[in-house]
């Protein structure tokens, strides 16, 4: 069974910093990533890691945000710098396996705020 188990959401003030962990378990994943859904918005990816290595980000996040994977922990993670109001949203992680399949967390909220 697939879990993919979040943490580290939560308030921060704008130009804060706050890092996001998922600890994957349950299968052998071809990439882990993180979305975000902003209040009234759709679901937008953040950040991903494929395998291999390569990293790809959304433009908004470029220079801010940085994604990384522990391959021993099964552990995504995402540093996030430089937060501004508009990052406020609900982080999902997100993990594909091998088959084909796709997953995903149960999200964690950061806002933004001063």
């Known amino acids: 069974q697939v879990q993919l188990v979040e943490s580290g959401g939560g308030l921060v003030q704008p130009g804060g910093s706050l890092t996001l962990s998922c600890a994957a378990s349950?299968?052998?994943?071809?990439?882990l990533g993180w979305y975000r859904q902003p209040p009234g918005k759709q679901r937008e990816l953040v950040a991903v890691?494929?395998?291999?290595?390569?990293?790809n980000y959304a433009d908004s996040v470029k220079g801010r945000f940085t994604v990384s994977r522990d391959n021993a922990k099964n552990t995504v993670y995402l540093q996030m710098n430089s937060l501004k109001p508009e990052d406020t949203a609900v982080y999902y992680c997100?993990?594909?396996?091998?088959?084909?399949?796709?997953?995903w967390g149960k999200g964690t909220l950061v806002t933004v705020s001063s």
């Open positions: 349950g299968s052998i994943f071809s990439h």
């Open positions: 997100n993990a594909g396996d091998l088959t084909g399949m796709n997953y």
């Open positions: 890691i494929i395998s291999g290595g390569t990293k």
